[in-house]
């Protein structure tokens, strides 16, 4: 009975708590996070306390989806697309988006010291979104080229590509930016990697990093998180461009590519997702 009125008192006054509630939200591709810090005003709400903090806690639970549906919308999926362009040409359902936007993870909401704000944050999973959108039962099979030079066996992939690098197609420069479903591309515009090639499962994702991260003065050269995912022996390959509406899409040599292509083993990693893509640390920055 005592939550039926607190959900009344809300949903009567929603104008205003929605006037009154605010929300930062970040995009962190490194560890493939959004987090939201979501704070209420309740001076201005007229909220009383102490009983009111119950109300002011159900107020941020209703606008936690609001707001955070934007951040999610413009989340990009591929180079073409964001969440939003998908959900106008009907391929999720804002059901659906809700449902991505659940978090993983929040804090237990607190009160300012001076007693007129409060604040709790949320944290949503960019790798379950991007396992959530792949449809495909099994992976698309990969050939090996029909001349299969030999190659080394790599234990995962990495690609660098810290500095503005040309566009295909046109008469410009570009850094590469993130995405959920970035495309590898080789010199010949032969489509070397894209999500179709993975095996589904309950978190699929490659990852990005600074290229500092990268560059470590360890054995590997990799920072330890990195090194658990791409091995301690990866492929290190240079981007020769990017590609794409917007550029997420890399492009590496063919000579790069028939080293992954040429072995059985090495195309399995394409499978696996095990690439890191290393970018300018100001496309994290956001």
Not at 105 to 117: E, G, N, Q, Y
Not at 155 to 175: K, W
Request: aromatic share 6%; glycine share 6%.
């Amino acid at each position: 009975m005592r939550k039926s009125l607190i959900l009344l008192f809300v949903v009567l006054g929603g104008t205003a708590f929605a006037q009154n509630a605010e929300a930062r939200t970040s995009v962190d591709w490194t560890v493939m996070e959004i987090t939201a810090q979501m704070s209420l005003d309740i001076a201005a709400t007229n909220i009383k306390l102490p009983v009111g903090k119950t109300i002011a806690e159900e107020v941020l639970e209703w606008q936690y989806a609001d707001m955070i549906r934007p951040t999610i919308l413009g989340i990009q999926a591929d180079s073409s697309h964001t969440l939003g362009d998908l959900l106008n040409a009907g391929e999720i359902s804002l059901d659906a988006v809700e449902a991505l936007g659940a978090p993983i993870r929040r804090t237990p909401m607190v009160l300012s010291s001076d007693l007129t704000r409060i604040t709790a944050s949320y944290t949503v999973s960019l790798k379950n979104i991007g396992a959530s959108l792949l449809k495909h039962s099994r992976p698309a099979s990969i050939k090996p080229p029909l001349a299969a030079p030999p190659a080394p066996v790599y234990t995962g992939i990495v690609i660098l590509a810290e500095g503005e690098l040309p566009v295909h197609g046109r008469n410009t420069s570009a850094l590469v930016q993130p995405c959920l479903f970035p495309k590898i591309w080789d010199s010949e515009m032969n489509l070397f990697y894209d999500k179709s090639m993975t095996v589904p499962r309950s978190v699929m994702s490659v990852r990005y990093a600074p290229s500092a991260a990268v560059l470590m003065d360890t054995p590997s050269g990799l920072e330890e998180s990195l090194e658990s995912f791409v091995g301690k022996k990866p492929l290190r390959i240079m981007a020769v461009g990017v590609f794409g509406v917007s550029p997420t899409d890399v492009v590496i040599s063919r000579e790069d590519a028939l080293l992954i292509l040429s072995s059985e083993a090495n195309r399995k990693l394409l499978q696996e997702a095990r690439i890191v893509f290393a970018l300018n640390e100001k496309v994290f920055k956001k």
